[in-house]
């Protein structure tokens, strides 16, 4: 028999990894859901041509690392590689496309076929935000807000560096000046490397390569080819930001990887990862609707890789309540109805009914182990009684006993 195992890049996930994600997870539905985000949710699979058209055909997320394949039909479906592009057609398909500001999240699974490594997964989870058909600076600065908001909460120390790419012709015009300019210094750059800066020189903007990068810093940046009108813009988000008073670097060569951005591009990054250093990418994509065949609707919004924040957080809070173990079938009977009891009380905190068969001593212990605050033992005297003896594992001087008409006691510490 075949010996089974996962899928390279596509790792089981549980035990304390899960509960770092679900942490993450669960702060960010919080902030989301503070800020009057609503819930919207697409299919795994998508048309790859919606990615060709708006991502850009010569991104690397369409050249090298779509999921892709064809259907029964012949259709060519790909698994999501991010979040906004499905989201926007979701908008188109059901006829959410008007002038009315949308403020919408999701959290969610994406795919991409790259390399595994520290921080970067075949499958990973994404959470992102999206505000819709709002073209002023202030939808800027509030999805910003929401991303210190979360790192905060999180407690995970960060820098935000933001720039200002101005809009399609100004990208336009920009990538002209990059493929002269990479012409001009043709031989000093590897054959590989030039044909893929000439397919889509502003990756060579944010290269790691210490060649390209010492080649780049050479040339002029995005901001000398912008307008007054796209600097005064960009001037009302960095004034708006010290108003809120976040800290930010202006980084000139910051331009995100995808070909729908355009405005106001930011990342958060952090330190502490490595080369994997950004936790939150995003900016405005006033176009992309209208790229997809819908009307021209401003949007600004950014994801953040829930996987590599996990890797940074220590959750603090702890739920895990009261264990109820038991010495007998007839005292674990009972202890589930006392389990019940307590569960309408407090159903926000773990309580566990032990099923297994062990002394006290070897229940205590387990109860420790699995991070507990309080135990409780039934067994013969405590079934005839009806009191217990609540044991604090924190604190053996705060042990106390408990009748069964007084059970919300036990809450009262």
Known sequence: MRKLKTIRGMPDIFGNTLQKISFVEEVCRKTFHAHNFQEFR???????????????????????????????????????????????RALLTNGLDDSEIKKLFYIGPMFRYERPQKGRKRQFNQAGIELIADESYHADLEVIQVGVRILKDLNVKFKLEIN????????????????????????????????????????????????????????????DFLDSNQEQKFKSVINGLEALGIEYTINQDLVRGLDYYTGTVFEFITDKLGTQNALIGGGRYDTLLMDLGGKKLPAVGFALGVDR??????????????????????SKEYGQKIGSILRELRPDVVIENYLGEANVSKQLKKASSLGFKFVMIIGQEELKSKSFKVKDLNNSNADFLIEENNLAEIFND
Do not use: W
């Not at 000439?198 to 080649?215: F, H, T, V, W, Y």
């Open 42 to 88: 697409t299919p795994l699979l998508e048309d790859k041509d919606i990615f060709t058209r708006s991502v850009g055909e010569t991104s690397d997320i369409v050249q090298k690392q779509m999921y892709e394949f064809q259907d029964k039909k012949g259709a060519t479906l790909c698994l999501r590689p991010e979040g906004t592009v499905g989201l926007a």
């Open 164 to 223: 200002y790419v101005g809009d399609v012709q100004t990208l336009s015009v920009y990538r002209e000046h990059l493929r002269d300019f990479l012409l001009k210094n043709k031989t000093k750059i590897a054959e590989e490397f030039y044909q893929r800066l000439q397919r889509n020189p502003l990756r060579g903007l944010d290269s790691k390569d210490e060649n390209i990068k010492a080649i780049f810093s050479k040339t002029k940046k995005l901001s």
């Open 309 to 330: 924040l996990a890797e940074l957080v220590n959750p603090s809070h702890n739920d895990k309540f009261l264990f109820i173990g038991s010495l007998t079938s007839e």
